[in-house]
C-alpha cells in the first residue's frame, strides 16, 4: 500500500474527472491506457471495471499494488485468460499455501469461474485443487448462471 498523499483541489477535481471519464462506457482505449498508469488510485479502480478495457490495460492493472483494483480486474466479465492466469500466478506466487486453508477465497476459484477463462486454464486451476465446489460443477457453472440464479432466488 502507498503512503497517503495529500492532494490540492486542483489534482482532486483532475481524479474526479478522470473516474467520470473511465466509468464512461464510450471511453476511448488509448485514454483507459493512460488512466491505467495514473497515480491516483480510485482512477485505477475505475478504469478496471470499464468493460471497454482493453486486454493489455487489465493486464497492466492485474499487477497494479492495491489489492483493489487487482479486485476490480477480476470481477470485470471483460477480462480474458491472459489477465485471468496473471491474477492466478500473482496469488500463487504470493502464498502458495494459502488456498490450501481457505479455497473459498481463493483468487484462483473465482478464476476458474470466471466467464472468460480457457478451458485450458481451468483444467490447469482443477488439477491444483483450486474449486472448492461439489463434483458436479467441473467449474462449468459461470458468474452468469449464479446472477441469473440470485435473481430468481430474489437475493439480488
Not at 476511448?28 to 491505467?36: I, K
Not at 493486464?59 to 499487477?63: I, T, V
Not at 457453472?141 to 430468481?152: G, H, N, S, V, Y
Given at each position: 500500500?502507498?503512503?497517503?498523499k495529500?492532494?490540492g483541489a486542483?489534482?482532486?477535481?483532475?481524479g474526479?474527472a478522470?473516474?467520470?471519464e473511465?466509468?464512461?462506457?464510450?471511453v476511448?482505449?488509448?485514454?483507459?491506457?493512460?488512466?491505467?498508469g495514473?497515480?491516483i488510485?480510485?482512477v485505477?479502480?475505475?478504469t478496471?471495471?470499464?468493460l471497454?478495457?482493453?486486454s493489455?490495460?487489465l493486464?497492466?492493472?492485474?499487477?497494479d499494488?492495491?489489492?483493489?483494483?487487482?479486485?476490480?480486474?477480476l470481477?470485470?466479465?471483460?477480462?480474458d485468460?491472459p489477465v485471468?492466469?496473471?491474477?492466478?500466478?500473482?496469488?500463487?506466487?504470493?502464498s502458495?499455501r494459502r488456498f490450501w486453508?481457505?479455497?473459498d477465497?481463493?483468487?484462483r476459484?473465482?478464476v476458474?469461474?470466471h466467464p472468460?477463462?480457457?478451458?485450458a486454464l481451468?483444467?490447469e486451476?482443477l488439477?491444483?485443487g483450486a474449486?472448492?465446489c461439489?463434483r458436479k460443477?467441473d467449474?462449468l457453472?459461470?458468474?452468469?448462471?449464479?446472477?441469473?440464479?440470485?435473481?430468481?432466488a430474489g437475493?439480488r
Open positions: 500500500m502507498t503512503p497517503r495529500i492532494r486542483a489534482e482532486r477535481m483532475r474526479y478522470c473516474v467520470q473511465a466509468r464512461d462506457p464510450g476511448a482505449a488509448e485514454r483507459l491506457r493512460e488512466f491505467a495514473d497515480d488510485m480510485p485505477r479502480l475505475y478496471a471495471q470499464s471497454a478495457a482493453p493489455d490495460v493486464l497492466r492493472l492485474a499487477r499494488e492495491e489489492a483493489c483494483v487487482r479486485s476490480s480486474v470481477l470485470n466479465p471483460a477480462a485468460d485471468l492466469r496473471a491474477l492466478a500466478e500473482a496469488e500463487r506466487a504470493a502458495p486453508r481457505r479455497p477465497f481463493s483468487v476459484r473465482l476458474v469461474h472468460g477463462a480457457s478451458a481451468r483444467a486451476l488439477a491444483e474449486c472448492g461439489p460443477c467449474a457453472e459461470t458468474w452468469e448462471f449464479r446472477m441469473e440464479w440470485l435473481r430468481k437475493l
